[in-house]
């Protein structure tokens, strides 16, 4: 899957410089820890923009290349920043036979978004994921971490509606 | 001592649908009542009947409520545990019988299962270790430790014919007899828990209900194999299943479980976890285990095979959730009695998670050789709102599909594979007469495109391929040749392919291409789709006796596709249609159609 890069500049504080410090200096030991600190790092930032590979790359010595390597190796690691509201569609064998497709472009229809992008507000984006173990709940989606299960096509205009301010 | 236990389930679905509210609300009410010293609250792993969460337990009753909401609580506190009342109204309706309450095992889904891997999901709390001991945990390390010879643990691990249940189904005490024979200053354990088929839970499910048991597992294959380290892999889209079993280790450590010199025994083990980012192919062996060293999660050519250069380029064995799940009941109860369940050459049980168009998704395990027609028919209760069952799909994006027609195979290993299906990890999805077999084909091949690793050309490229030439069908755009090439494209790519993940790729395509290929020929000869899911194919129209000509859909119509006049018969210019179903939506007549 090809990445979308950000081009919207990178706005990190200090505290989330020393708090990314903290905990490279915990694992530059163990190298293998590589991609417990990027998850650590999406974790502080909400994603992996250039500046904080260079950091994480900087500080386990480890070259560059590698860390931007495994960020586009894995589809968890987001190099563009996520909307205040995240909504993330499953597209899991359960819910897709269930109709989650159709429930992504419709959301996508009233977002104006495709799935993958940010709305230019920054106020939400759009995903779609593979399977979140809720099969039983099928189709589900997830806005920030809260699950809504067995969802229809005519319920997504009002579970937009509760995050719109 | 409790008079009363309330057992509430705390697994990803039932909290997905709000479980923590309702404990939270019970251990309110209970403490408003002053019943906190005679009733005992537990959150506890998973039951099984996602389908009906949030589910709740009342013992000694046994009472099994259903669906409860945060707003039944006070009447099930006041009711039932108050004034020994039970709530019939809340009632799982199968439990329910004319006068009196069935208990949960004899319901038709759980009356056939028959639960090992499973045996403390949704009885015990995962968080607590004295939970786990008390239902003789880690008696089974502590067997081994003191009685048994490494080689002897290993035998009886062979003796019993436990197959690997990731998918591949290698027999278990095979695979560590190799790494066993292998000489190291180190070697390794590790625990996939990786279980990225779309559509499967069990793995989840047992970390999430019982993560001691892995644990306990994963000690037990390091002493038969001489490894004193192991790694559980998990994805990190389970954060329940992640929490609980740190927590787990971090109690088996305090009492002294992991660590060195267990029971006195000489034998030093640790475990660590490390956290998946969301990659399918991360499942593959050698891939799992080049992603835990930190790096791209590729696969390596084998040989040289795990149990000689595996983790770190040390001997290491590697099995699934569900395998190691076994295993302690395995050295408790011994091999004969694990191997006396299931058929001929698959031995024990096997979890399957029921999902798609059933009515009771959720969790089941049941003993190899059950067929397919009672896990859907009686265990899972039919294919709901009256529709006809049309396949179920094994083995995620590596299996393949069952139709009707052999719904009575014993599902084992031999047999799926036999008819060009795979066991797979356990994701069993039921599909209906609304779903078209090429949809779902193309759905799987999205999949395998999107996950490929790029590593192998064959895989990278020929899945490709594989999608475009889906999609030229679903578009109504091929002919019969292409039919042929599907086919000698699939049979390439599983051949030359350098992993798991592309050799198993096609399988999807063959599988419905043999069992449904008339579904591909009314796709390509009659540019129709039989199911009307393929958008390009699907055709509206209004059927002249029923429309009244109300304007309603014409008004709607995005596209301005539908003419006509008031009170008169109305109709879709098929040229300016986008296909989306509006006027169907609409029309209060039903006049519009799809073909």
Known sequence: MLKKISTIPFRGTPEQAQRLQAVIEACKDDKSQLMHVMQEAQEIYGYLPYEVQVMIAEGMDIPLEKVYGVSTFYAQFSLSPKGETNISVCLGTACYVKGSQQILDKLSELLGIGAGECTPDGAFSLEACRCIGACGLAPV????????????????AGILAKYRS | MYRSHVLVCGGTGCTSSNSPAIIEALEKEIADRGLQEEIKVVRTGCFGLCALGPIMIVYP??????????????????????KGRIVKRLLYDETVTMDDVKSLQETDFYKKQHRVALRNCGVIDPENIEEYIAYDGYMALAKCLKEYTPQEVIQIVSDSGLRGRGGGGFPTGKKWSFTAA??????????????????????RSVLEGDPHCIIEAMAICGYATGASEGYVYVRAEYPIAVKRLQIAIKQAREYGLLGKNIFDSGFDFDLHVRLGAGAFVCGEETALMTSIEGNRGEPRPRPPYPAVKGLFGKPTTENNVETFANIPQIILNGADWFASMGTERSKGTKVFALGGKIRNTGLVEIPMGTTLREIIEEIGGGIPNGKKFKAAQTGGPSGGCIPASLMDTPIDYDNLTAIGCMMGSGGLIVMDEDNCMVDIAKFFLNFTVDESCGKCTPCRVGTKRLLEML?????????????????????YI?????????????????????????????????????????????????????????????????ADA???????????????????????????????TKR
């Open chain 2, 494 to 558: 599983k051949a030359n392919s350098l992993c798991g993940l592309g050799q198993t790729a096609p399988n999807p395509v063959l599988a419905t291409l043999k069992f449904f290929r008339e579904e591909y020929v009314a796709h390509i000869q009659d540019r129709h789709c039989p199911a009307g899911v393929c958008k390009a194919l699907t055709v509206y129209s209004i059927d002249a006796d029923k429309c009244r000509g109300c304007t309603a859909c014409a008004r709607k119509c995005p």
């Open chain 2, 61 to 82: 009753e046994g009472c099994f409520y259903s669906q409860v909401k945060v707003s039944d609580v006070p009447e099930i506190v006041e009711e039932h545990l108050l």
């Open chain 2, 562 to 592: 539908i003419s006509g006049k008031v009170k008169e018969v109305h109709t879709i210019d098929t040229d300016k249609c986008i296909k989306c179903g509006v006027c169907m939506e609409t029309c209060k007549f039903g006049a519009v």
């Open chain 1, 141 to 156: 989606l997830t806005v920030n971490d809260e699950v809504y299960g067995k969802i229809t096509e005519d319920d997504v």
């Open chain 2, 182 to 203: 292998n000489e190291a200053d180190q070697k390794y354990v590790v625990c996939n828990a990786d279980e990225g088929d779309p559509g499967a839970f069990m793995d």
């Open chain 2, 471 to 491: 999609d030229k069908i679903t578009a109504g755009k091929a002919t019969m040749e292409d039919l042929d090439k599907l086919e000698d494209l699939c049979n």
